[in-house]
């Protein structure tokens, strides 16, 4: 996706980093840089306002509901798994 226009900061890394961005997960200069490239790029600007609306929904429909516990020890059991698997590999 692109304007045709050229950026400072690439389309393709904009749309990656839309997440991080909404959940401000980003350092300062970075924002800035990606805030910069969606005032300037239409089409850019689209697809975060969509992405915006569909995070919005989520949070509404999910947001005060906690995970089920089973899911919580799911999940911390394989970061753990990962964690140590990586660790092997890194040593």
Same mark, same amino acid.
């Given at each position: 996706?692109?304007?045709?226009? %050229?950026?400072?900061?690439? *389309?393709?890394?904009?749309?990656?980093?839309?997440?991080?961005? #909404?959940?401000?997960? #980003?350092?300062?200069?970075?924002?800035?840089?990606?805030?910069?490239? #969606?005032? +300037?790029?239409? %089409? *850019?600007?689209?697809?975060?306002?969509? +992405?915006?609306?569909?995070?919005? #929904?989520?949070?509404?429909?999910? /947001? *005060?509901? %906690?995970? %089920? +516990?089973?899911?919580?020890?799911?999940?911390?059991?394989?970061?753990?798994?990962?964690?140590?698997?990586?660790?092997?590999? /890194? +040593?």
């Amino acid at each position: 996706m692109s304007c045709g226009n %050229p950026h400072a900061t690439d *389309c393709h890394d904009v749309l990656a980093m839309v997440n991080e961005f #909404l959940d401000q997960e #980003l350092d300062t200069e970075r924002r800035a840089a990606i805030a910069e490239h #969606l005032d +300037e790029c239409g %089409p *850019c600007l689209r697809q975060f306002g969509l +992405e915006q609306a569909v995070k919005s #929904l989520v949070h509404r429909s999910c /947001g *005060c509901a %906690p995970a %089920p +516990e089973h899911l919580r020890v799911e999940i911390v059991t394989r970061i753990r798994q990962i964690s140590i698997t990586y660790r092997s590999y /890194g +040593e």
